[in-house]
């Protein structure tokens, strides 16, 4: 299933369309699988893009469709729709239309956004019946619509930060993929003079080419290309940082994501280094859980030599950092949320 699922998904990158969006299925649907079973719900594939819940009475379900859909799933949705004890649901983790304007990303990328809106949504908007997003401003583009506020769920975090016990490198980490180069590239001089003033500091990225281009690949930086999702899941889950980065410039594009990098931070045990955007600032308490910073090199590159300075108070944060995102993440409310919208027949 897996080898056909990315076949058909390069498939359709290569004709223009949007491709799957395994990561939002997984971050806010399959991961919950345990959790969502003990409520007597089920999760199964509906076409290419949708996933149901269903109660395993079979007296109720509820069809999403993940981030996008195809022509064939459009065919099934509406043959679905006619069917009693089904609702229709339209889970997104980005501000689509935000990202239309927004020149900075690549023209075909916001072609593909394109024919997706042009195409698809047009046909599948008065299908819904609910939409489900982690970004208020994601919700407010479809008031029309009843709403739930659905935050992506933790990534099952461990407590174990012995990697602070070994401060020879003090390894920091921007986990933002090629598409994060600008909101990167904005404090890139910030990080390259910390990383100049502390020989013990480490940067390690997913920026690939563009990210050697602002910061040379060297004894203290290594830029790793972008990665498919599951290969990346593998990664990121054995790798511990002291230190990690969400450098995002606040704009409508990034008031309209989630908070995933807060998950991705705790589950790398590391100490987050955020911006004051509208997914942050609903979860990280300044000085506590992570920092907000201004969108500045100078702030960035403060931030992390005070870090690497007190290596302790860099510990407790990232420790705090997990608690939170367990809580703000947890499975048991976010199955909750799921279950409440399932109809029950």
Same mark, same amino acid.
């Given at each position: 299933?897996l =080898?056909?699922?990315?076949?058909?998904?390069?498939y359709?990158?290569?004709l223009?369309r949007?491709? +799957?969006a395994f990561?939002t299925r997984?971050h806010?649907?399959e991961i919950l699988?345990?959790?969502l +079973?003990?409520?007597?719900?089920?999760?199964?594939?509906?076409g290419? *893009?949708c996933?149901v819940?269903?109660?395993r009475?079979?007296?109720?379900?509820?069809i999403?469709? =993940?981030?996008y859909?195809?022509d %064939?799933?459009?065919k099934?949705?509406q043959?679905?729709?006619? #069917?009693?004890?089904?609702?229709?649901?339209?889970l997104?983790?980005?501000?689509?239309?935000?990202?239309?304007?927004?020149?900075?990303?690549?023209?075909?990328?916001r072609?593909?956004?394109?024919?997706?809106?042009?195409r698809?949504?047009? &046909?599948?908007?008065?299908?819904?019946?609910?939409?489900?997003a982690?970004s208020?401003?994601?919700?407010?583009?479809?008031a029309?619509?009843?709403?739930?506020?659905?935050p992506?769920a933790?990534?099952?975090?461990?407590?174990?930060?012995s990697?602070?016990?070994d401060?020879?490198q003090?390894?920091?980490?921007?986990l @933002?993929?090629?598409? *994060?180069? =600008?909101?990167?590239?904005?404090?890139?001089?910030?990080?390259?003079? /910390?990383?100049? /003033?502390?020989?013990?500091l480490?940067l390690? $990225?997913?920026? @690939?080419?563009?990210?050697?281009e602002?910061?040379?690949d060297?004894? &203290?930086v290594t830029?790793?290309?972008?990665?498919?999702f599951?290969p990346?899941q593998?990664?990121?889950?054995?790798?511990?940082?002291?230190?990690a980065?969400?450098?995002y410039?606040?704009? %409508?594009v990034?008031?309209?994501r989630?908070n995933?990098?807060?998950? #991705?931070?705790?589950?790398?045990?590391?100490?987050g280094?955020y911006?004051a955007?509208? %997914?942050?600032?609903?979860? =990280?308490?300044?000085?506590?859980?992570g920092?907000?910073?201004p *969108?500045t090199?100078?702030?960035?590159?403060?931030a992390?030599?005070?870090?690497?300075a007190?290596m302790?108070r $860099?510990?407790?944060m990232?420790?705090? !950092?997990?608690a !939170? +995102?367990? /809580?703000?993440?947890?499975?048991?409310q976010?199955?909750?949320?799921?279950?409440?919208?399932v109809?029950n027949?």
């Amino acid at each position: 299933m897996l =080898v056909w699922d990315f076949l058909r998904s390069a498939y359709d990158h290569a004709l223009g369309r949007p491709k +799957s969006a395994f990561p939002t299925r997984y971050h806010y649907i399959e991961i919950l699988g345990e959790a969502l +079973s003990a409520r007597g719900l089920t999760i199964r594939r509906f076409g290419q *893009h949708c996933l149901v819940l269903s109660r395993r009475d079979g007296k109720g379900r509820l069809i999403i469709a =993940v981030r996008y859909t195809s022509d %064939p799933d459009l065919k099934l949705l509406q043959k679905a729709a006619r #069917q009693p004890g089904t609702r229709i649901a339209y889970l997104l983790d980005d501000d689509l239309w935000a990202m239309l304007e927004d020149q900075k990303l690549k023209p075909d990328y916001r072609a593909r956004l394109q024919h997706f809106l042009d195409r698809h949504y047009a &046909q599948l908007r008065p299908l819904l019946q609910e939409v489900i997003a982690p970004s208020p401003q994601i919700l407010a583009r479809m008031a029309e619509l009843p709403g739930t506020y659905l935050p992506p769920a933790h990534l099952f975090p461990g407590e174990d930060l012995s990697h602070f016990n070994d401060d020879r490198q003090i390894r920091i980490v921007f986990l @933002g993929t090629s598409t *994060h180069g =600008v909101d990167f590239g904005r404090i890139a001089p910030g990080i390259s003079a /910390a990383l100049k /003033a502390n020989p013990k500091l480490h940067l390690t $990225t997913l920026q @690939g080419k563009r990210g050697g281009e602002l910061l040379p690949d060297g004894p &203290q930086v290594t830029h790793h290309g972008d990665m498919f999702f599951a290969p990346f899941q593998k990664w990121l889950s054995r790798q511990r940082f002291h230190i990690a980065l969400a450098p995002y410039q606040v704009n %409508p594009v990034n008031n309209g994501r989630s908070n995933l990098k807060f998950h #991705q931070h705790a589950l790398v045990g590391a100490a987050g280094l955020y911006t004051a955007t509208e %997914p942050f600032e609903a979860c =990280v308490k300044d000085g506590q859980n992570g920092l907000i910073l201004p *969108h500045t090199p100078e702030a960035w590159q403060e931030a992390i030599l005070g870090l690497a300075a007190d290596m302790e108070r $860099t510990r407790d944060m990232a420790g705090q !950092g997990i608690a !939170g +995102s367990l /809580a703000t993440g947890s499975h048991d409310q976010l199955a909750n949320l799921w279950d409440r919208l399932v109809p029950n027949g």
